[in-house]
């Protein structure tokens, strides 16, 4: 039973970064998906949500209308497209469902 997020990197301000987050040894399509990202010094926050069918979505209000979580169940995958990014997004994300995490992945927004 794991998640394994991948697509973390640098980036320049004002730019973009799809992450992926592969799950396995769960009913996947059964439970609902979340993103957090925890920047230096600073609590883990929620940064999107999404329903088990891929339904409904929530987001923090920091990142609605530049981040896009997305699901494909036949993939067993969880997506986080990110645009426009700003450096205070700069953090490590990690996907979640119930008490499970992945490792997460290193986001930099920086010139």
């Known amino acids: 039973v794991q998640l394994v997020e991948s697509g973390g990197g640098l980036v320049q301000p004002g730019g973009s970064l799809r992450l992926s987050c592969a799950a396995s040894?769960?009913?996947?399509?059964?439970?609902?998906m979340r993103w957090y990202r925890q920047a230096p010094g600073k609590e883990r926050e929620l940064v999107a949500g999404?329903?088990?069918?891929?339904?409904?979505?929530n987001y923090a209000d920091s990142v609605k209308g530049r981040f896009t979580i997305s699901r494909d169940n036949a993939k067993n995958t969880v997506y986080l497209q990110m645009n426009s990014l700003k450096p205070e997004d700069t953090a490590v994300y990690y996907c979640?469902?119930?008490?499970?995490w992945g490792q997460g992945t290193q986001v930099t927004v920086s010139s």
């Open positions: 999404i329903t088990n069918l891929g339904g409904i979505t």
């Open positions: 979640n469902t119930r008490r499970l």
């Open positions: 040894g769960f009913s996947f399509s059964s439970y609902g």
